[in-house]
T-cell receptor, first 112, second 115 residues
Framework: GQQLNQSPQSMFIQEGEDVSMNCTSS?????WLWYKQDPGEGPVLLIA?????ELTSNGRLTAQFGITRKDSFLNISASIPSDVGIYFC????????????FGAGTQVVVTP | GAVVSQHPSRVICKSGTSVKIECRSL??????MFWYRQFPKQSLMLMAT?????????EQGVEKDKFLINHASLTLSTLTVTSAHPEDSSFYIC???????????FGQGTRLTVV
């Protein structure tokens, strides 16, 4: 089956620094999504990417859908304490929007 | 955005008993819902696709007789963990496809602890 590799596994950064994480896949996805999950909660969608090469921003977040459709990255600029959490990339498995394959997650810790 | 609600948010049960988890779409009809399982410090793994009015489709390695899924209405899917054992302790999360919005909406999850 398709494999999603997400890195880094964790990041410890100072407030104000930028954060970058990425995902690569062994095969093509038609849609890439980035979610954030707080402890004990379901994931919340941050950015959705629908076209190869697409670069999309949402506030301090920027994500890109790789040209090969096998990779994506997420950047967080000027991190703040509330950015703490686990960030997941996900690829859409079918035409149903809820059927996703998730990466392993990147835990972000922001220190003041 | 669309709202998906899970109930209960936490449940503790004894080994050998069954537990039912509900997933409701509050402001839209969902012909398709999805159930995920997340073990501590791990990612979400798709367990099954719940189809309104028909049998659920299970991912490889997921026991359909252990994880019973019922999608009897357009707004409700239930996951029943039968004869639960401690290794079934996990965070169960559902999502729903609105068929209109180009994104999936997730419930808040259910923490199951089997003792």
């Amino acid at each position: 089956g398709q494999q999603l590799n997400q890195s880094p596994q964790s990041m410890f950064i100072q407030e104000g620094e930028d954060v970058s994480m990425n995902c690569t896949s062994s095969s093509i996805f038609n849609t890439w999504l980035w979610y954030k999950q707080d402890p004990g909660e379901g994931p919340v969608l941050l950015i959705a990417l629908y076209k190869a090469g697409e670069l999309t921003s949402n506030g301090r977040l920027t994500a890109q859908f790789g040209i090969t459709r096998k990779d994506s990255f997420l950047n967080i600029s000027a991190s703040i304490p509330s950015d703490v959490g686990i960030y997941f990339c996900a690829g859409q498995l079918s035409r149903s929007w809820g059927k996703l394959q998730f990466g392993a997650g990147t835990q972000v810790v922001v220190t003041p | 955005g669309a709202v998906v609600s899970q109930h209960p948010s936490r449940v503790i049960c004894k080994s050998g008993t069954s537990v039912k988890i509900e997933c409701r779409s509050l402001d839209f009809q969902a012909t398709t819902m999805f159930w995920y399982r997340q073990f501590p410090k791990q990612s979400l793994m798709l367990m099954a696709t719940s189809n309104e009015g028909s049998k659920a489709t299970y991912e490889q390695g997921v026991e359909k007789d252990k994880f019973l899924i019922n999608h009897a209405s357009l707004t409700l899917s239930t996951l029943t963990v039968t004869s639960a054992h401690p290794e079934d302790s996990s965070f169960y999360i559902c999502s729903a496809d609105t068929k209109v919005n180009t994104e999936a909406f997730f419930g808040q999850g259910t923490r199951l602890t089997v003792v």
